[in-house]
């Protein structure tokens, strides 16, 4: 499927002069290495972007930034309604099943037990994993753990969703399903970030952002 471009909607998360560096070597050696120099980048309503960049580039540092679990040492995010937010390093409990992490996180986001109930079934359905729902995450493949993490970043069905590298250990059924998933949102005023090493099907992203020398350039 082929994405038309979003047209003049209101930007939902903005993010301005994003600055941070991190101490490398040992004392006396210590020094700072800036990573992000000045990173300027919006999202509107709607809109499909796409961040690239090498390994080292900073991808991680700015999605997690943005999201908060990291401070910049100068510059401001600001964003409009809920953010949901899948991490490249899956944040589960291993004794728990893929239930109980659907309810454990349905109240960390105050849903109802209802509207996580039905989101929980939706989810399963759409990614295709019902069938582990009472198995415990330190059982799932790498694959199916991936599912769960997209799961649970999708159940308050954020209006802006971070994703850092969602799709790794998806098989190709698996990875149609997710582009549906986004599509979907799309058409309902979502707006995705996706974070990726390297961009294929680039036709499904409204822009590409690259993370060059610490700063975001159109592609």
Not at 11 to 38: C, D, H
Not at 128 to 152: E, I, M, Q, V
């Amino acid at each position: 499927m082929t994405f038309a471009p979003a047209l003049q909607a209101p930007a939902v998360l903005a993010a301005t002069g994003i600055e941070k560096s991190f101490r490398r070597g040992t004392w006396p050696q210590r020094s700072r290495i800036p990573v992000l120099r000045g990173v300027d980048l919006t999202l509107a309503a709607g809109e499909v972007v796409g961040l690239v960049g090498e390994n080292g580039a900073g991808k991680s540092t700015l999605m997690k930034i943005l999201v908060g679990a990291l401070a910049p040492d100068g510059g401001t995010v600001t964003h409009t309604g809920r953010l949901g937010y899948c991490p490249q390093e899956p944040v589960v409990y291993e004794r728990l099943t893929c239930d109980e992490h659907f309810e454990l996180f349905g109240r960390a986001y105050g849903l109802s037990d209802q509207a996580e109930r039905s989101a929980r079934r939706a989810l399963y359905e759409a990614l295709g994993f019902a069938r582990y729902a009472a198995t415990r995450t330190d059982h799932l493949s790498g694959g199916t753990l991936s599912k769960l993490n997209l799961a649970l970043a999708l159940l308050p069905d954020p209006e802006v969703l971070l994703l850092d590298e969602p799709y790794a250990g998806f098989d190709f059924d698996t990875y149609l399903k997710f582009w549906d998933q986004v599509a979907e949102r799309r058409e309902r005023g979502r707006s995705v970030l996706i974070i990726s090493h390297f961009v294929t099907d680039e036709e499904r992203f409204d822009r590409i952002v690259e993370l060059r020398e610490g700063r975001a350039v159109p592609r």
